[in-house]
């Protein structure tokens, strides 16, 4: 399956980079705030994320609302308390953070990502969406963010992670180190993944088309 690449890639690198400044530093008129999802990659407040790679925390039920989902009182409950060793095993056989189009292998069901996204939709209000976000607080270089609106427009409904990962690797992996130079050029910080650059886009071209 071969993904469709945000419109605003089919050009020069300027169209794009503008696309990202204006998602990621440029003020919404209505609050004279940046918009909430331009805090979801840097998001600390506790200042602990480094040493909570394996394990689900508030901060991380926190930050998804950034991205307009959220998880229920009882979803906070079993994730954190009664199932947060479950989960905390499963973040570790995840294994750290890498860049996805490192992954040599098939990301399939079977495997730590795929049981670890598994068991978070055993979770209450957990599905599709809010598992990718979750996941992908721990792991921003690995796993790539999913919503509807991602989905429509990298044709990626059907299955999400394995026609990325194939894209990013194809010509020897060309698509991965144009996102790193985008965000480059838009000075954003070396936490945005090369995927969250992908994924903005992605959401962009359908939430806010200029």
């Given at each position: 399956?071969v993904i ?29 705030y ?35 989902v ?12 009664e ?30 990502v ?41 044709g990626?409904?059907?299955a999400?992670?394995?026609p ?18 985008l965000?480059?050029?838009a ?20 939430k806010?088309?200029?």
């Amino acid at each position: 399956m071969v993904i469709q690449l945000p419109k605003v890639l089919a050009g020069g690198d300027d169209a794009a980079v503008a696309v990202l400044r204006r998602y990621f530093t440029e003020p919404l008129v209505k609050t004279g705030y940046l918009r909430s999802g331009a805090r979801w990659d840097t998001w600390d407040s506790t200042g602990t994320r480094v040493q909570d790679v394996n394990v689900f925390t508030a901060d991380d039920l926190v930050a998804v609302t950034m991205l307009s989902v959220e998880v229920s009182p009882d979803g906070a409950q079993i994730l954190l308390r009664e199932r947060g060793d479950e989960f905390a095993r499963l973040l570790v056989e995840v294994g750290p953070d890498r860049d996805l189009v490192d992954e040599t292998g098939e990301l399939t069901p079977d495997s730590p990502v795929g049981r670890l996204d598994s068991a978070l939709w055993t979770v209450p209000s957990i599905g599709r969406t809010v598992a990718s976000k979750l996941i992908a607080r721990k792991r921003p270089r690995l796993l790539p963010i999913y919503d509807r609106a991602i989905g429509e427009v990298l044709g990626t409904k059907q299955a999400h992670l394995e026609p990325i990962r194939d894209a990013l690797r194809a010509d020897d992996g060309d698509l991965h180190r144009r996102l790193v130079s985008l965000r480059e050029q838009a000075e954003l910080d070396e936490s945005v993944p090369a995927l969250r650059i992908l994924t903005v886009l992605a959401w962009m071209q359908l939430k806010d088309p200029r």
